[in-house]
């Protein structure tokens, strides 16, 4: 069982910046990601990192958001600048129950490839 809380949302005018993080009960080989979901919308997959820490991102936020991993991969982060009002979304991150051995070209944006997820933290950006 994997448990992950995220953290770090709130509210920012356009053009600001704000750094989402996701923590894990777990301490291993997982594939993680971060999805969002507005109000009337399907979710999206944001950005997403293999064990390598090779990395995906959605075209939407290519240059604006960066993943990573702190804390000896037991912390998973989201580092937002330049928002924009269509950021605006319940953050969620997700992960692949461990150990994951799988191609790092397979975490992805399936959601049904994930077990785990967190609760969501919101992110609100003004115009």
């Known amino acids: 069982q994997v448990r992950l809380v995220e953290s770090g949302g709130g509210s920012v005018q356009a053009g600001g910046s704000l750094t989402l993080s996701c923590t894990s009960s777990?301490?291993?080989?997982?594939?993680m990601s971060w999805f969002r979901q507005a109000p009337g919308k399907e979710r999206e997959g944001v950005a997403s990192i293999a064990p390598s820490d090779s990395t995906l991102y959605a075209e939407s936020v290519k240059g604006r958001f960066t993943v990573s991993r702190v804390d000896d991969k037991n912390t998973l982060t989201l580092h937002m600048t330049s928002l924009k009002p269509e950021d605006t979304a319940l953050y969620y991150c997700?992960?692949?129950?461990?150990?994951?051995?799988?191609?790092?070209?397979?975490?992805?944006?399936?959601?049904?490839?994930?077990?785990?997820w967190g609760q969501g933290t919101q992110v609100t950006v003004s115009s």
């Open positions: 997700a992960s692949t129950p461990p150990p994951y051995y799988g191609r790092d070209s397979d975490c992805d944006f399936r959601p049904n490839f994930y077990n785990y």
């Open positions: 777990v301490h291993a080989r997982i594939c």
